[in-house]
C-alpha cells in the first residue's frame, strides 16, 4: 500500500504568520512554488498560503501602479491577514489514493502533511503527475 510518507516533500518551505506578503511572493517566485504552509515559532501547522491568495491580494498591474510601490505595499500585509485557516490536511500514513481522492474532489492543489500538529511535509499535484510519469516508464519497460 502507497502512503503519503513515501511520496511527499519534507523539505517544506514555509513562513510564519508574522511574516509579509512581499516575503511569500518572493519565496514563490524563487523556490518556484504555489503553495506556502504557515507555522508557528515550534513548526506547528497554522495555516496555508497559496499564489491565488496573494494574486486576491495584489492591486491589479491594470492600476498602474509601479512595482516599487507595489513591493512597499506587499511589504506592510502580514500574511495573518491573508492565510487560509480552514486547510485540509492529511497525514503521512494516510494512503495515496485517499490522498489523491480528496485533492481531486476538492480541486485542491496540495495537502499540508502533518503529524500530530507538525508540518512534515507538502504533498501537491505535481507529485502525483512526477508519480505518474514514473509509472508509465515502469509500464513501457
Known sequence: MLLVKGLMTRDVFSLKKDD?????????????IRHIPIVDNNDNFIGLITHRDILSATISRLAGIAPEIQEELDAT?????????????????????????????????????????????????????????????????
Not at 509579509?20 to 518556484?32: F, P, S, Y
Open 20 to 32: 509579509n506578503l512581499a516575503a511569500a511572493r518572493d519565496l514563490m517566485k524563487l523556490a518556484r
Open 77 to 141: 500585509i502580514p500574511i495573518s491577514e491573508i492565510m487560509r485557516t480552514d486547510v485540509t490536511t492529511t497525514t503521512p500514513e494516510t494512503t495515496l489514493k485517499d490522498a489523491a481522492s480528496v485533492l481531486l474532489k476538492h480541486k485542491y492543489g496540495c495537502l499540508p502533511v502533518i503529524d500530530g500538529t507538525k508540518l512534515v511535509g507538502i504533498l501537491t499535484e505535481a507529485d502525483f503527475l512526477s508519480l505518474t510519469i514514473s509509472l508509465m516508464e515502469a509500464l513501457e519497460q
